[in-house]
């Protein structure tokens, strides 16, 4: 599976954005999809999950009651609504896929498939 990462861009602290992922191949609906992010010098880290149906969702604390992970499986696309922006979110945004676990991990190992990232960057 491929995934296209968009929606990044420069906002004010405060505002909102919505990051999609679209992905290409016909097992989009049976992967759990994941949203991490990877600040400069930083290591990459883990936002948000959500299970194959959309039934579970998981969240780092930090970004709790902020972020919404969502998926349209007809359009194979999934998405991360951002409210509430901070400078500290300020990131190269990463949506992956995985085939194999049966609820949304937040460990990096359990995703075979990567988009190529999408730049937030927050101004205070």
């Known amino acids: 599976v491929q995934l296209q990462a968009s929606g990044g861009g420069l906002v004010q602290a405060g505002e909102s954005l919505r990051l999609s992922c679209a992905a290409s191949?016909?097992?989009?609906?049976?992967?759990?999809m994941g949203w991490f992010r990877q600040a400069p010098g930083k290591e990459r880290e883990f936002v948000a999950a959500?299970?194959?149906?959309?039934?579970?969702?998981v969240y780092a604390d930090s970004v709790k009651g902020r972020f919404t992970i969502s998926r349209d499986n007809a359009k194979s696309t999934v998405y991360l609504q951002m409210n509430g922006l901070k400078s500290e979110d300020t990131a190269v945004y990463y949506c992956?896929?995985?085939?194999?676990?049966?609820?949304?991990?937040?460990?990096?190992?359990?995703?075979?498939?990567w988009g190529q990232g999408t730049q937030v960057t927050v101004s205070s």
């Open positions: 992956a896929a995985d085939p194999r676990s049966t609820i949304p991990k937040i460990s990096t190992r359990a995703y075979d498939y």
């Open positions: 191949g016909r097992t989009f609906s049976s992967y759990n």
């Open positions: 959500i299970k194959w149906s959309g039934g579970s969702t």
